[in-house]
């Protein structure tokens, strides 16, 4: 487990049969080392989530290096170092407690090292933010998006 950070070592101890994303933070801009975007894609895609590419100048990328990030049900997908960063509209208390039962150690709201539920740490209100440590989560929490998700007729 040496080189995870605390949320991926808690993801990959208490979830050991799932897959935690790899560190990209800071191995160079797309141009020095172009599988950061590739690896992010691939990472999207096999969560059914939609990649918007775009141009960000040097002074204004982040931790990782990409041009690329994920779009799915009104949810943004940003990757960082070890984890995916999604922001959004927010899950119902109830919808997301019921998510966080299972996937909580791996789907942390507001990226809490803790892994408090829903409930306790919203105090009842939507949860909007969450960090995202494994594949397998990743795609959970795409498919409770559709669930949630009711669009505009």
């Known amino acids: 487990?040496?080189?995870?950070?605390p949320s991926n070592a808690i993801a990959q101890t208490m979830n050991p049969e799932?897959?935690?994303?790899?560190?990209?933070?800071?191995?160079?801009?797309p141009e020095e080392n172009p599988d950061v975007d590739e690896?992010?894609?691939?990472?999207?895609?096999?969560?059914?989530?939609?990649i918007l590419s775009f141009k960000?100048?040097?002074?204004m990328r982040g931790e990782v290096p990409l041009t690329i990030w994920g779009e799915s049900h009104k949810w943004i997908f940003k990757r960082a170092w070890y984890y995916y960063v999604?922001?959004?509209?927010?899950?119902?208390?109830?919808?997301?407690?019921e998510f966080h039962k299972e996937w909580g150690t791996q789907c942390r709201v507001d990226g809490h090292c803790g892994c408090p539920s829903p409930l306790e740490w919203n105090e009842g209100f939507a949860t909007d933010h969450y960090h995202i440590d494994t594949q397998e989560s990743m795609t959970a929490?795409?498919?409770l998006l559709?669930?949630?998700h009711k669009p505009k007729t």
């Open 141 to 143: 929490f795409v498919k």
């Open 39 to 50: 690896t992010i894609k691939k990472e999207l895609q096999e969560a059914g989530i939609d």
């Open 86 to 97: 999604a922001e959004g509209p927010g899950i119902p208390p109830d919808v997301a407690e």
């Open 1 to 5: 487990m040496g080189g995870l950070n």
């Open 18 to 29: 799932c897959h935690v994303f790899k560190n990209l933070a800071r191995h160079g801009g």
């Open 146 to 148: 559709a669930k949630v």
């Open 56 to 59: 960000v100048p040097e002074s």
